[in-house]
């Protein structure tokens, strides 16, 4: 760009303002840049190859994004679950297919955002072991493994719903695999099971 653009020249206006401890625009973009790594660009007032340096600093705020989004789903106690069933980002384009109110129960049991025991317990201190099912005499912790795929009040309903290799499997690798398809079929009956299940538990519980 030319010297006399007045673009240019309010670049210089303000990157001297800040050098002058006047904070500004150029003030975010170089603690942007050095926060990044890139303080060099900063330093030198230049990027060299434009497309590259757009590259580089795209893929540097993307491999920095999702550090920060596993780390947090690691050390959430509410993301356990989820932890298991999203190891990255991606949209599960299937899903968007389903109905919202079949949505809202796959990503109810998802995000724990649920009143099975595993989660109301966290909300109420108890310890984990304690947390069990409402609903069997198993005496085993109510969360989303027992719930979706052991727990045998439910099992005529699960037998009706869920794939036969899900029943034949009953481990927690099967329910991750579970929660990770993306077959749009077994995704809706994963969900009109997950409402299912969700009635039938109301229902017991109001007995």
Same mark, same amino acid.
Request: aromatic share 12%.
């Given at each position: ?5 007045? @673009? ?34 900063w330093e030198s007032q230049s990027v060299g190859d434009a497309k590259l340096f757009l590259h580089l600093f795209k893929q540097r705020l993307t491999d920095i994004n999702l550090q920060s989004w596993s780390d ?16 990255? &980002?991606? &949209?599960n384009e299937n899903i968007q297919k389903l109905s919202y109110n079949l949505r809202y129960e796959f990503f109810s049991i998802l995000c724990s955002n649920h009143k099975l025991a595993i989660e109301q317990g966290?909300?109420?201190?108890? @310890? ?12 085993? &912790? ?9 727990? @045998? ?9 869920? @794939? =036969? ?18 077959? =749009? ?23």
């Amino acid at each position: 760009m030319d010297d006399n653009r007045l @673009p240019k020249l309010c670049y210089r206006m303000m990157f001297k303002m800040n050098e002058h401890g006047r904070l500004n625009w150029c003030s975010k973009v170089q603690r942007l840049l050095f926060s990044n790594g890139f303080g060099v660009v900063w330093e030198s007032q230049s990027v060299g190859d434009a497309k590259l340096f757009l590259h580089l600093f795209k893929q540097r705020l993307t491999d920095i994004n999702l550090q920060s989004w596993s780390d947090y789903i690691g050390n959430s106690s509410k993301c356990a679950f989820y932890s298991k069933v999203k190891d990255y &980002i991606c &949209i599960n384009e299937n899903i968007q297919k389903l109905s919202y109110n079949l949505r809202y129960e796959f990503f109810s049991i998802l995000c724990s955002n649920h009143k099975l025991a595993i989660e109301q317990g966290r909300h109420e201190n108890q @310890p984990r072991e304690n947390r069990l099912c409402k609903i069997c005499n198993t005496n085993e &912790i109510e969360d989303e493994f027992h719930f979706v795929l052991v727990c @045998p009040i439910l099992a005529d309903i699960r037998r009706n719903f869920l @794939p =036969l290799w899900c029943q034949s499997n009953c481990n927690r690798d099967t329910l991750t695999s579970l929660f990770r398809t993306e077959n =749009l079929i077994t995704l809706k009956n994963l969900s009109v099971f997950l409402k299912k299940l969700n009635a039938v538990e109301k229902e017991v519980l109001s007995l």
